[in-house]
């Protein structure tokens, strides 16, 4: 079938909007057609091409909220019309992850959809005549696109769209590694770095973990007033001091934070956000995702004083498990999704929602169909 798509040909370039052609499911795979999609740091990462697993040509976007449309032989937890969120991490409760208990890292289909494939080597999606590879088994900057079952996390029909969408990634990776990842507990002092979607969904889901301080630490200041609005009690601007960032949030918390979390894949940033914690206990959870090649520092004195590193994908969230009570929690206003929305627009203004990303001018950008 065709499908209205915004395909990355090449690293670099603005994205084109063109039709399509999208293959039926095979064995163990659904059609869907994507109604509405965010636009997240990582596809625009991906499109900069700094990701090591980054392959052109492709149909980006893995933030997205659809309807099944067809389903593949042997597919049986999903039928025609149910409500979908696409995983870019999948959950097949089968693999030696899933059953571990100790991670969300299912790795069932992680080797094709790394190569841009489905689970046979191929892929569903074409253009005149030539494959375009997946985009972490999502896709969903097509109107149509193919995603495997153990991909698809079944969502209440009655959830709007235009909002759950943003819980395919950066809500939900930032509440969750709040409350799965640090398990932070009531009282708690934390430090957040980066203030995009993934930075406000972990204050956000600070809040709900009634932790006590919680700084918000971004260099552009246009970000602070949403920052205090979510709940941040302090706003520090890198830029205003002359010494290290971890050391002016040392002095103000009383030897440093209980957690810390980079949310923005700067390697010097995961340095002051792990030695912004406090000696003997205080963790940093590294969430953003550094250029191909980068590595972290720090004097393993850190470590050895008691601060811990640790990372977070996708919020530590078991998509297919977790993420139809997360979308309730939605509807119930227990999670606020409205305030991460700052812009809404068709699929042939993208590139607008990315140019807004770069300025810093939005938090998230949702596409409609
Ligand atoms: P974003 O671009 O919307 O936000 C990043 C923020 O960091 C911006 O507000 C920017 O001003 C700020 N920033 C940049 N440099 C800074 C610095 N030196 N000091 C302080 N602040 C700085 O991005 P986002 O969509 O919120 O994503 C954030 C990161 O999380 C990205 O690296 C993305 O790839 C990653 N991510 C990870 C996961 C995961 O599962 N681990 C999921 C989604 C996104
Ligand atoms: O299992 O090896 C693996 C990788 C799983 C994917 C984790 C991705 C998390 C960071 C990417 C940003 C998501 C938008
Ligand atoms: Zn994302
Ligand atoms: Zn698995």
């Not at 074409?126 to 097509?142: A, D, I, K, R």
């Not at 002095?251 to 209980?258: N, P, R």
């Not at 977790?322 to 203004?349: D, K, N, S, W």
């Amino acid at each position: 079938m065709k499908s209205r798509a915004a395909v990355a040909f090449k690293a670099g370039a603005p994205l084109e909007i063109v039709e399509i052609d999208v293959a039926p499911p095979k064995a163990g795979e659904v059609l869907v057609r994507i109604t509405h999609t965010g636009v997240c740091h990582t596809d625009a990462f991906t499109l900069s091409g700094d990701d090591p697993e980054g392959l052109f040509p492709t149909v980006l976007g893995h933030e997205g909220a659809g309807i099944v449309v067809e389903v593949g032989e042997s597919v049986t937890s999903l039928a025609p019309g149910d409500h979908v969120i696409p995983l870019y991490t999948a959950e097949c409760r089968e693999c030696k992850f899933c059953k571990s208990g100790k991670t969300n890292l299912c790795q069932k289909v992680r080797a094709t959809q790394g190569k841009g494939m489905m689970p046979d080597g191929t892929s569903r999606l074409s253009y005149q005549g030539q494959p375009l590879y997946h985009y972490m088994g999502c896709s969903t900057f097509s109107e149509y696109t193919v995603c495997n079952e153990i991909s698809l996390a079944k969502i209440n029909p009655e959830a709007p769209h235009e909002q759950v969408c943003l819980l395919g990634c950066g809500v939900t990776t930032g509440i969750g590694a709040v409350h799965n990842t640090a398990k932070v507990k009531p009282g708690d002092t934390i430090a957040v770095f980066g203030l995009g979607g993934i930075g406000l969904a972990v204050i956000q889901g600070a809040r709900q973990a009634k932790a006590g301080r919680i700084l918000a630490i971004d260099i552009n200041p246009g970000k602070f007033e949403k920052a205090r609005e979510m709940g941040a009690t302090d706003c520090i601007n890198p830029k205003d001091y002359q010494k290290p960032i971890q050391d002016v949030i040392v002095e103000m918390t009383d030897g440093g934070v209980d957690f810390s979390f980079e949310c923005i894949g700067n390697v010097d940033v995961m340095r002051a956000a792990l030695e912004c914690c406090h000696k003997g206990w205080g963790e940093s959870v590294i969430i953003g995702v550094a250029g191909a090649g980068q590595e972290i520092r720090t004097r393993p004195f850190q470590l050895v004083t008691g601060r811990v590193w640790r990372g977070s994908a996708f919020g530590g969230v078991k998509g297919r498990t977790q993420l139809p009570g997360m979308v309730e929690q939605a509807m119930r206003g227990e999670i606020e999704l409205a305030p991460f929305v700052t812009h809404t627009m068709p699929l042939t203004r993208i590139n607008e929602a990315f140019d807004l990303m770069h300025e810093g001018k939005s938090i998230r950008t949702v596409i409609h169909f």
